[in-house]
């Protein structure tokens, strides 16, 4: 079971990026998926959860507007694209699975496995 994020990268300020997440070993379209990040020194932020079907997505506050969340389920990918991206926006960028449990999304003990980060830098 595995998930390995990539497309991180440095962006100036109201640039656009799309992160990827690559899944193998489980059942990808029969899972939930989400976006995570963490800034320098500061805990992690739940970003934007799909529904395994793709039909239903949520999103923080702070990225409501101008983040996209979408998944292939025969390609087994998971995509968050992200644009009007902002300073604040800096920050390791996270795939994890959600097997249920309850509709906190920011619930992080219910992610039962995690990627190893993808950098994203918004900075001129």
């Known amino acids: 079971v595995q998930l390995v994020e990539s497309g991180g990268d440095l962006v100036q300020p109201g640039g656009s990026l799309r992160l990827s997440c690559t899944a193998s070993g489980f059942k990808f379209s029969a899972f939930a998926m989400a976006w995570v990040r963490q800034a320098p020194g500061k805990g992690r932020e739940w970003v934007s959860l799909?529904?395994?079907?793709?039909?239903?997505?949520f999103y923080g506050d702070s990225v409501k507007g101008r983040f996209t969340i979408s998944r292939d389920n025969d390609k087994t990918m998971l995509y968050l694209q992200m644009n009007g991206l902002k300073p604040e926006d800096t920050a390791t960028y996270y795939c994890?699975?959600?097997?249920?449990?309850?509709?906190?999304?920011?619930?992080?003990?219910?992610?039962?496995?995690w990627g190893q980060g993808t950098q994203v830098t918004v900075s001129s």
């Open positions: 799909i529904y395994s079907g793709g039909d239903t997505t």
């Open positions: 994890a699975r959600r097997p249920g449990g309850s509709s906190n999304w920011a619930s992080f003990g219910e992610y039962d496995v």
